[in-house]
């Protein structure tokens, strides 16, 4: 089973079509499902402490982590994957998940638009089964892991780069929207994903 969260805060019909083009059958939950599912993902826009709010009162926050423990994949995409983190610049006070050590920090305004918008190269330290050289990114705030190792791919904004995707074990983040990021994102987002149907 593949579960999508649906805390209020996420684009799920782009993210579903995509998914389904790839013949992938994604359900939708508001709350967590009676069986652990094989991946979560985690879709986001809007603010990390109401995201997180909204996590913690429909019970996401435990059944995130009770499934990575039982075996589950967790993908976190835009807001989702920020919210793998412990804590955020955005919303001071508010706790993330804490699946990933690290915080996440507002773009430096002082180089480029905040919010940053638009299509970046993504640089990958080592190539990913789907190729994915362009991405499509909306958003003011870039996660800062403790690991630097957990960054498997990098962005630019103002010269500066920025994690574009994190991974530790069973769990990955990309700072894009794949869904959003044409026929390659799509085709990254169902490597990532796997098999499961």
């Known amino acids: 089973m593949i579960a999508v969260v649906d805390a209020g805060s996420g684009n799920l019909r782009s993210l579903c079509n995509a998914l389904r083009r790839k013949g992938l059958a994604p359900q939708v939950f508001q709350e967590p499902p009676p069986d652990c599912p094989e991946v979560i993902i985690l879709p986001g826009v809007g603010a990390f402490g109401h995201s997180a709010e909204q996590l913690e009162r429909l019970g996401w926050d435990r059944a995130l982590k009770d499934s990575l423990s039982a075996g589950s994949r967790i993908v976190g995409i835009c807001l989702g994957m920020q919210l793998l983190f412990e804590s955020s610049e955005e919303s001071p006070g508010a706790r993330g998940l804490g699946l990933l050590q690290g915080t996440v920090r507002r773009l430096d305004a002082s180089r480029a638009k905040v919010p940053h918008i638009g299509w970046e190269s993504v640089r990958f ?73």
């Not at 089964?129 to 690991?147: C, G």
């Not at 962005?155 to 074990?169: D, I, M, N, Q």
């Open 125 to 197: 330290a080592e190539e990913p089964a789907a190729a994915l050289p362009w991405a499509y990114f909306v958003h003011s705030f870039a996660a800062a892991p403790e690991d630097p190792s957990v960054i498997k791919a990098w962005a630019e904004h103002g010269g500066r780069e920025f994690p574009a995707v994190v991974s530790l074990g069973r769990i990955t983040g990309v700072q894009f929207h794949p869904e959003k990021s044409q026929g390659p994102g799509v085709d990254y987002l169902a490597s990532i994903v796997g098999g499961v149907r």
